[in-house]
């Protein structure tokens, strides 16, 4: 009669794996093989669209108008971030828009949003219809732009919520 004490034996006899042995085998198992990629066309088409748009940003902020270095463009964006709340804001912006172009990120763009001068809002607005993907600050600021008295601004603003 064979009974318990063959079994304990027997597992006794086995060597014990690691817990991250463990892990490493029930990965594989599942077939998880660590990196996520888009299933179907759509998804991959929005990957797709997604890293061209990265590498479009990447360009612009690498490529800057007028051959300027990164160092100076990220001292102009410092500038801009110093003066919010300020009257400094809108030179700040124009200095910024002057040397490096429109500006290409979230809180920059935000930044150019809150400035009083409405050619600087519309080239934000311009810069954010291109590639930025919309943020929840964004999103507050444009409905406030929607729902002002300028007409161009407000119908910018629209399409841009529409879209996004």
């Known amino acids: 009669m064979t009974g318990q004490g063959d079994d304990e034996r027997d597992r006794s006899d086995r060597p014990r794996?690691?817990?991250?042995?463990?892990?490493k085998r029930r990965g594989k198992a599942r077939g998880h093989t660590g990196e996520s990629r888009p299933r179907g066309a759509a998804a991959e088409a929005l990957a797709a669209k997604a890293a061209q748009s990265y590498l479009k940003k990447l360009d612009q902020q690498l490529f800057a108008k007028g051959g300027n270095s990164a160092a100076a463009g990220n001292k102009l964006a410092g500038a801009v971030r110093d003066a919010l709340g300020t009257p400094a804001l809108d030179d700040a912006c124009r200095a910024y828009l002057?040397?490096?172009?429109?500006?290409a990120t979230a809180p920059l763009i935000a930044a150019f949003l809150d400035a009083?001068?409405?050619e600087?809002?519309?080239?934000?607005?311009?810069?954010?219809?291109e590639a930025v993907a919309l943020t929840a600050g964004l999103r507050s600021q444009l409905r406030v732009l929607a729902e002002g008295s300028d007409d161009e601004l407000a119908e910018r603003a629209e399409e841009?919520?529409?879209?996004?």
């Not at 794996?17 to 892990?23: A, I, M, N, P």
């Not at 600087?120 to 219809?129: D, E, F, M």
């Not at 841009?160 to 996004?164: D, E, K, V, Y």
């Open 116 to 118: 009083r001068d409405r």
């Open 17 to 23: 794996l690691s817990w991250s042995e463990l892990d």
């Open 160 to 164: 841009i919520l529409a879209r996004g």
């Open 120 to 129: 600087l809002r519309i080239a934000a607005l311009v810069a954010l219809g």
């Open 98 to 103: 002057a040397e490096v172009g429109a500006p």
